[in-house]
């Protein structure tokens, strides 16, 4: 990431480093092909419906990241009722946890920016699924989701109709609602190798 933009004293604002979110915006503006980012996943089958997924790596501002000293990984099974053995969440509820991240942390980086305090931010995530298309019971019956709720409860001296507008933002700009809301085409393939 940008590393240019280190002060003796900089901005704070809700954890935030409110001068190097300027200056990496103003950045990107000068420099578009700095926007470009590449994420990365592997997982593993480990057995029945228990996977493991790793992640440590990403290219983003123009170099390959080499931060983080050791990947993350993450279990993920489902329900007995759903065929597995409770070793971590399932993969839909993985969705649900993505999106509380993305839409938190892209609230939070605007506020900051926009000079507003939060002092607590807690929200709500439901999703309603009809596993028929799952099990293949139905052609009628999508595969996931049918709706997903949010509820936000922010906690800060700002106006709620200021709070609102930092909820709309980070709807309008988190990149997990959109590819929740729009759909991302994905390519699935067998390797050769």
Same mark, same amino acid.
């Given at each position: ?35 470009? !980012? &590449?994420?990365?996943? @592997? ?5 029945? *419906?228990? /996977? %493991? ?7 983003g ?10 990947? !993350? &990984?993450?279990d993920? @099974? ?5 065929? *597995?053995? /409770? %070793?971590g969440?399932?993969p ?57 709720r ?44």
């Amino acid at each position: 990431m940008n590393t240019n933009t280190t002060t003796k004293n900089p901005t704070m604002l809700n954890g935030v480093n409110v001068d190097h979110v300027v200056a990496t915006m103003n950045e990107i503006k000068e420099k578009p092909m700095l926007a470009k !980012f &590449t994420f990365r996943s @592997d997982n593993t089958w480990l057995t029945g *419906g228990h /996977n %493991r997924s790793s992640i440590k790596g990403f290219y983003g501002y123009c170099v390959e990241d080499d931060s983080r000293r050791e990947a !993350f &990984t993450m279990d993920n @099974d489902e329900p007995p009722v759903l065929f *597995g053995d /409770n %070793r971590g969440p399932n993969p839909v509820e993985f969705i649900l946890h993505g999106l509380a991240g993305c839409l938190t942390t892209t609230l939070v980086c605007y506020a900051s920016a926009m000079g507003v305090k939060i002092d607590e931010i807690m929200s709500h995530y439901e999703g309603d699924i009809d596993i028929r298309g799952l099990l293949g019971l139905s052609d009628d019956v999508r595969n996931g989701y049918d709706n997903i709720r949010v509820t936000f409860f922010i906690k800060s001296d700002a106006p709620r109709e200021k709070l609102q507008e930092l909820v709309d933002i980070a709807k309008a700009h988190s990149p997990v609602f959109d590819v929740v809301s729009n759909g991302t085409p994905v390519a699935v393939r067998l390797s050769n190798e």
